[in-house]
Every structure is written in structure tokens, then in C-alpha cells.
């Protein structure tokens, strides 16, 4: 967990999952948490070290590699919490992420676990897109949904915070197939951060980087691939193809691991997104046959 300076202001511990930092003053506001206790106190320990203050803390969006350590930094600081609306509900009851992997199930236990699942927090302020001017901060939130339902950048000071709306290049190939909730969304969150100008952006997996816009649209096409192979998989069977099944194609081509239920259901639900961008667009058309979710291509005319 490297702490880096951006700028007089602006800061990012380098990780995994990397934490935001922003310094006003004698308030300091933390960017996401880290997955656990264990990767907050690597974040706080070093800013003690440095005398910056920690009084704020903002979750970009609710998965657990970037609230599990908020709880303890409430705690620990009594920080201010500040999420964007509907990840903050998400935030409060956090089994809702076990539940929804598992489609609305009682999720079992091996669901229940640090990946999907952190400890609850109380959100003190939803936010939505726009500036947020208060206490010694002026942020400019941008809503980029599509990697999560409302899932908020942070800009402040040249810098973009740009929570998991983009990864670095290393980092995407890493997925394969990267965890997003709405193909059609994420892609138009990247074209938005396209049409802003900042000096940098750190992703939440990922380098801070100068020249950004190139690794946004690097995920673009990477997207884009991904779509495609499925149009490809979806063309390609001769028959009505099952969600099953096309789950199956799309991890066999792509040489994911998924040994876990957990992995599983992160990467059908990854798959699914790039799937209903086809249905909403009308060239896949979906029904039930013999109790199967089938899709074949549109027919012309
Ligand atoms: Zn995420």
C-alpha cells in the first residue's frame, strides 16, 4: 500500500484496490476503504505518519473491496460518511449484495463471505451527481452506473477519482471477463469521462495515470469485444441457445476461473450484461422454451 502525492491536495495508496485521499485544511477525506480492516489501517497508519487529518470518508459505490474497511474507520475516526442514493441502501443491509448474486435468494452461507459481503455501515449524506461544496471540500461528483447501479467519480482539484468505471490495462486483461451490471451503461459512463478534461485519473484497479483517456478507451473496445463475442456465440448456434449454456461459451472462450459458486455468479451476471445490450437494442430477441431462457438473432424484416 504505497502512498502517492498527486498533487498538493490529492493523494492515492496504490493497492489492489487502490483509496483516494483528499487534503483540505485540517479535513482530510478518504476515498473508498479498502476490503477489510487489515487495508484501512495500512491507509490511516500512513497518514498519521504524515500528520494529515481523517475526517471524511466517501464509498464510490457499494462492493465490498471498497466499504469492507469503513466500518472500522468509523469507528476508529468517527468520519463523516458520504455514498452515493441506492449504494448507500446497499451499504446499510449489505447481504443485498449476497442476495442479488444469487437472484433474490436466501443466499447460502458460502455466499456470506468478505468479497461480497462487508460489515454495515450508517451512510450520514447521500449524494447524487453534481458539485458537492461542504465543509472545507469541493468535489464534482460524476455518476458513471453501468460497473454499479449508482456508482459515483469523485473530481477535485485536476484529479479524477474514477472509482471502477475504467481499469488499467493490466487490470482488464486480468478479469477477462470484468464484473459490470449494464453493458450499454458502462459503456456510455466511459464515452462521459471522454468528454471531461482532467490532469489525471487513478482507477480503482489500477495506475494513476496522465493520459487516461487512453486506457478509457482501451476499455471501450475492450467492452466492445466482449459484446461481440456474444452476438458471435448467440449467430453461431444452430438452435435456441440457453442463458446457461451461453454462460458456459462465453467463460470456456474466454479461459476464466471459476471454481467457486461465488466466481460463478460474478461472471454470469458479467456475462448477462453484455447479453441484455443486445436485447434492449432488439437484435437478440429472448423467450422460455420448455422452462429454458433461450435468445436467438433477430430476423431481418
Ligand atoms: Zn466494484
Same mark, same amino acid.
Given at each position: 500500500?504505497?502512498?502517492?502525492?498527486?498533487?498538493?491536495?490529492?493523494? #492515492?495508496?496504490?493497492?489492489?484496490? !487502490?483509496?483516494? %485521499?483528499?487534503?483540505?485544511?485540517?479535513?482530510?477525506?478518504?476515498?473508498?476503504?479498502?476490503?477489510?480492516?487489515? +487495508?484501512?489501517?495500512?491507509?490511516?497508519?500512513?497518514?498519521?505518519?504524515?500528520?494529515?487529518?481523517?475526517?471524511?470518508?466517501?464509498?464510490?459505490?457499494?462492493?465490498?473491496?471498497?466499504?469492507?474497511?469503513? *466500518? %472500522?474507520?468509523?469507528?476508529?475516526?468517527?468520519?463523516?460518511?458520504?455514498?452515493?442514493?441506492?449504494?448507500?441502501?446497499?451499504? !446499510?443491509? =449489505?447481504?443485498?449484495? =449476497?442476495?442479488?448474486?444469487?437472484?433474490?435468494?436466501?443466499?447460502? $452461507?458460502?455466499?456470506?463471505?468478505?468479497?461480497?459481503?462487508? =460489515?454495515?455501515?450508517?451512510?450520514?449524506?447521500?449524494?447524487?451527481?453534481?458539485?458537492?461544496?461542504?465543509?472545507? /471540500?469541493?468535489?464534482?461528483?460524476?455518476?458513471? =452506473?453501468?460497473? *454499479? %447501479?449508482?456508482?459515483?467519480?469523485?473530481?477535485?482539484?485536476?484529479?479524477?477519482?474514477?472509482?471502477?468505471?475504467?481499469?488499467?490495462?493490466?487490470?482488464? $486483461?486480468?478479469?477477462?471477463?470484468?464484473?459490470?451490471?449494464?453493458?450499454?451503461?458502462?459503456?456510455?459512463?466511459? !464515452?462521459?469521462?471522454?468528454?471531461? *478534461?482532467? !490532469?489525471?485519473?487513478?482507477?480503482?484497479?489500477?495506475?494513476?495515470?496522465?493520459?487516461?483517456?487512453?486506457?478509457?478507451? %482501451?476499455?471501450?473496445?475492450?467492452?466492445?469485444?466482449?459484446?461481440?463475442?456474444?452476438?458471435?456465440?448467440?449467430? +453461431?448456434?444452430?438452435?435456441?441457445?440457453?442463458?446457461?449454456?451461453?454462460?458456459?461459451?462465453?467463460?470456456?472462450?474466454?479461459?476464466?476461473? +471459476?471454481?467457486?459458486?461465488?466466481? /460463478?455468479?460474478? /461472471?454470469?451476471?458479467?456475462?448477462?450484461? #453484455?447479453?441484455?445490450?443486445?436485447?434492449?437494442?432488439?437484435?437478440?430477441?429472448?423467450?422460455?422454451?420448455?422452462?429454458?431462457?433461450?435468445?436467438?438473432?433477430?430476423?431481418?424484416?
Amino acid at each position: 500500500m504505497d502512498m502517492k502525492q498527486i498533487n498538493e491536495h490529492c493523494y #492515492y495508496f496504490s493497492s489492489s484496490v !487502490n483509496i483516494g %485521499y483528499v487534503h483540505e485544511g485540517d479535513q482530510g477525506l478518504i476515498i473508498d476503504a479498502g476490503i477489510d480492516q487489515s +487495508a484501512i489501517r495500512k491507509v490511516v497508519r500512513q497518514l498519521e505518519d504524515h500528520h494529515l487529518p481523517i475526517t471524511h470518508l466517501f464509498i464510490t459505490h457499494a462492493h465490498a473491496d471498497h466499504y469492507g474497511g469503513a *466500518s %472500522y474507520l468509523r469507528k476508529k475516526y468517527g468520519v463523516k460518511i458520504i455514498a452515493p442514493e441506492m449504494e448507500s441502501a446497499i451499504l !446499510n443491509y =449489505p447481504i443485498l449484495e =449476497p442476495i442479488y448474486m444469487f437472484s433474490g435468494n436466501e443466499p447460502i $452461507e458460502e455466499l456470506r463471505n468478505k468479497f461480497l459481503e462487508g =460489515p454495515p455501515i450508517d451512510v450520514d449524506e447521500v449524494v447524487k451527481e453534481g458539485r458537492f461544496l461542504e465543509d472545507n /471540500f469541493d468535489l464534482e461528483l460524476i455518476a458513471t =452506473p453501468g460497473h *454499479s %447501479y449508482y456508482q459515483l467519480c469523485v473530481a477535485t482539484h485536476g484529479v479524477l477519482f474514477a472509482a471502477d468505471t475504467y481499469f488499467g490495462k493490466k487490470e482488464i $486483461e486480468k478479469h477477462k471477463i470484468p464484473y459490470i451490471t449494464c453493458a450499454t451503461k458502462t459503456i456510455e459512463s466511459l !464515452n462521459k469521462l471522454l468528454d471531461y *478534461s482532467f !490532469n489525471g485519473a487513478v482507477p480503482g484497479h489500477g495506475e494513476y495515470e496522465e493520459n487516461y483517456k487512453e486506457t478509457v478507451r %482501451y476499455n471501450i473496445e475492450y467492452h466492445r469485444k466482449l459484446l461481440h463475442m456474444i452476438y458471435e456465440i448467440v449467430q +453461431a448456434s444452430s438452435t435456441n441457445i440457453s442463458h446457461e449454456e451461453l454462460v458456459r461459451e462465453m467463460c470456456v472462450k474466454r479461459k476464466v476461473k +471459476a471454481d467457486q459458486l461465488s466466481m /460463478f455468479l460474478l /461472471f454470469r451476471t458479467a456475462v448477462t450484461s #453484455y447479453l441484455t445490450y443486445w436485447i434492449y437494442r432488439g437484435d437478440i430477441v429472448h423467450s422460455i422454451q420448455q422452462f429454458r431462457w433461450v435468445f436467438h438473432i433477430k430476423e431481418e424484416g
